[in-house]
Structure formats: structure tokens, C-alpha cells
């Protein structure tokens, strides 16, 4: 176990009870940090302080007392999601104390090397690749973080025989100080989250703490057809591994022969490495990987690249992206229904993740999307609604912004839905507009292009109401 020294005997706040707080707080204790978790939530509703308290936690609920944090303090671990503006994390942040994730706990018990995969879009899919992956070569893959399985709960199981494959988001990342992957990622970077990070160069800096503790030894795989990681590159310490889908590079992963972008043909391509001594192999054929859609390839590509640098064989790698059908509410196949398929992608939380959606099927496409308004016009849907969708069914915060997006694109099926408070009813209902809308043949696609808080806990909500409705249509 490395570095446990770290927190004996410190005074730690625990800022957030969700899973991750819970296990973070369990960690601290064992390890001899004096720790008070604390949760906006009333007591009620945190099923979890029990079960802190029997252990010797502190737990406070119910909001955030104005002595909480104080001079004495060494540490706050706060939930990734928990805004920077919130009083206690303000007040830490005024008297020194060092404010970070659980991320960063866990790096310092990690006895496993690490990988880290964070970019905007296709993190999960692309962590669920390497996984596999890394599992087809016997390496012993651990698989957790945003993914599911707390990190430091991960952490605590893991030795030096395994690799721990973890999915990062920004909000992670940016709580991060000496975090230092074996390999880290960057798959893409796209206009999110604005509401948390401020601005574009909050939420960039973020992303790139990925790469900001590595150095001989490390590797560094991102996309070179971003123009956002491109621009990164000057500051990576690492070795690099790019991979791309656009064009062939001198060594990495990339599509031969590349696409050409915005550009549709039916050209036999290949997902190929070239390595450092110009030797080109060939992985897998393009149309034999396992879910469809441009990004999704591009997803493959980084899967591969970061799959090789832990050590991966080339001949291991075939297998699971061509068996892996996706994760649920990414691009997830529902059912057909009077020969229209219907989709679930409920995880498109931003306008470009709806864009490569829509990128994805060459049928006419029936749209569900809106959610969570934070800001965003939604203008750069136009050309895409534009030369892939019949209709659009809108809901949401932003349903008329969506509706005059698809305005913008020349459509003339655009309904607004709207059931007043009742969320779920509200998307059946747009599920039956888009079940009337379409023809025999079309796709019926949820990618709502926003977060789902305005009338859901999570997106996985989302995605499980919408495939309850197309059953039940």
C-alpha cells in the first residue's frame, strides 16, 4: 500500500455522502486521518451515516455548519460534483487547504498502475473496450471510477499484478494534484459543462491534468484529429501514442485509409498500428467492430493505442472490439417496432455527442432531444439535422431552442411535449410522437444533447423511462 502515512492523525472533511464520499471516508478512517463527512442532504435522506458513525465517523447532514472548516483542517475531499462556489469548499480554499477528489486518494494507495481515459464523449465505451481488452491478454484489468466502482474502493483491492482502467471526468480531474497515470488519455474535447468550469479554459485545464504529472516512462494517447488535444501536445512530458481516424501517422493507431471528413463512402478500411520502427499491422477490419458509427471507431482506435502501450499483443485485441455491442444508454439498440429501430442515447449530454449519433445511421432519423438548459444554443446541430432527420420531438429546458435548431435545419416535423412536472410522462408522450412521426424503416433516436437534471436524477433514468415507453407502445 503506498503513501497510507499521508493522513494520520489530519484533520479530513468529506464533503458530499454519495458512494464515492462514503468510501473515501471508510479509507481516511482506516488509515488514521480524523474524519467528519458532511452532506447538504437532511440525515433522511443519507442512509449512509450510519453506517460512517458506527465506524467512529463524524457525520453531520442537513447542511453545512459555518465552523465545518476551520485553520485545523489538512484536507477537503469533496464529491466531483459539488460546485467550487459552495461556501465550505470557498472557505478551504481561502485559508490554504488543499481541496481535492477522491481520484487523488486513491492514486496514493494505488498499488496498480494506472490508466486514465477522460474526453468528453465515448469515455465509458472506450474504458469498457480497454477493459476487455487488457482481460482477452490475461493482464488482470480492474475496471472503475466515473464507471462505476469507487476508485478508492478499486484502489484498495488492487496490487501490483493489475492494472486499474479508470473512466475521469473533468470534475474528477480537476480536484486532482500529483495524480500521475501510467497511461493517460484524451479522446476528445467538446463544449460542456460550462455551468461548473466557467468557461472553455476551466473546463480544457481540467481535462489536461490527465497528462500534467507525466514524465519518462509514461504515455500520453490522444486524438490527433482534436484540434483542442493537438494543441496540448507541446506540453506533454510523456511519450506520445496518438491515434486518429483522419489521417496516417508516422506511429499510432489510425484508420487506413482514413476517412475523409464529413465525407460518406464505402471504402474497405482497417483499424491499423504502425509502430516506432514503421512496421504497419492491421488489427480489424472497420466493418467487423462490434457497434456502429465513425466515433465509435474512433473509440476503438484509442482502445487499441492505450491497450498497446500497457502491453497488450496486437492478436489480442481483435476479439473484444468486435464482440462488444456498447454500453447501455450509449448508442444502445432498444427493439424494432413496425420496422422502425429505436435507439437509446441517453448519455449524449452535449450537442456534439448528438451530432456523432446522428452521424451514425444512414436511415431517416426521428429525434428525441432537450434537457438541463446550460447556456448552449444549439446551433451546431443544424447541418447535421439538416442531412440526417425527418422530425424532431423536443422537451426539456431547452425544447424551443431544440425546436429552433431543427427550424434553422428546414424541418417541418417539430413538436414541442411538455406534461408540466411529470418527467416520465412528459418523455412518454414524446415517445409516442416520435413512434407516429416515423415511417417503416426510420430510427426512432433518444439523444438529448443536454444533461438530464431538469427532469431527471441521472441520464441512466432517462434511458430506462424511454425503453420502458418503446416496449409499452
Sequence with gaps: MKHPE???????????????????AKVLHSFGAIVTANDQKDRDQCPEAGELEALGITVICGGHPENLVHPGISLLVKNPG????????????????????????????CDAPIIGITGSNGKTTTTTWVGNMLEEAGMRPIVAGNIGTPLCEAALGADSGNWM?????????????????????????????????????????????????????????????????????????????????????????????PYIPDVEDSLPRAIVYRDAHGQVTEIIPVEEVGIPGRFNIANAAAACAISIAAGAPLDRLRGPLSSFRGVEHRLEYVMDRSDVAFYNNSKATNSKATAMALASFKRPIVLIAGGLDRGSDYTELVPVLSERVKAVVALGQT???????????????????????????????????????????????LSPACASWDMFASYEVRGRIFKEAVHNL
Aim: net charge negative.
Design 399 to 445: 425544447a424551443h431552442k431544440i425546436a429552433k435548431a431543427a427550424e434553422m435545419a428546414g424541418l417541418k416535423q417539430i413538436v414541442v411535449v411538455d406534461n408540466g412536472e411529470d418527467a416520465a410522462e412528459t418523455l412518454r408522450a414524446a415517445v409516442k410522437e416520435a413512434a407516429a412521426a416515423a415511417s417503416p424503416g426510420d430510427i426512432v433516436l
Design 82 to 109: 459539488i460546485p467550487y462556489k459552495v461556501q465550505p469548499v470557498q472557505k478551504a480554499l481561502d485559508l490554504g487547504i488543499d481541496v481535492i477528489t477522491e481520484v487523488e486518494v486513491a492514486y496514493h494507495i
Design 165 to 257: 482502467v479508470t473512466e475521469l471526468s473533468s470534475f474528477q480531474l480537476k480536484g486532482t494534484r500529483e495524480f500521475r497515470p501510467r497511461i493517460g488519455c484524451l479522446l476528445n474535447v467538446a463544449e460542456t459543462h460550462l455551468d461548473y468550469h466557467g468557461d472553455m479554459e476551466d473546463y480544457v485545464a481540467s481535462k489536461a491534468k490527465i497528462f500534467a504529472n507525466q514524465g519518462e516512462g509514461d504515455t500520453a494517447v490522444l486524438n490527433w484529429d482534436d484540434s483542442t488535444c493537438r494543441k496540448l501536445v507541446p506540453y506533454i512530458k510523456a511519450k506520445l501514442l496518438p491515434f486518429s481516424t483522419n489521417e496516417e501517422l508516422v506511429e499510432g493507431v489510425y484508420v487506413s485509409p
Design 6 to 24: 499521508l493522513y494520520r492523525g489530519k484533520e479530513v472533511i468529506v464533503l458530499g455522502l454519495a458512494k464515492s464520499g462514503v468510501q473515501v
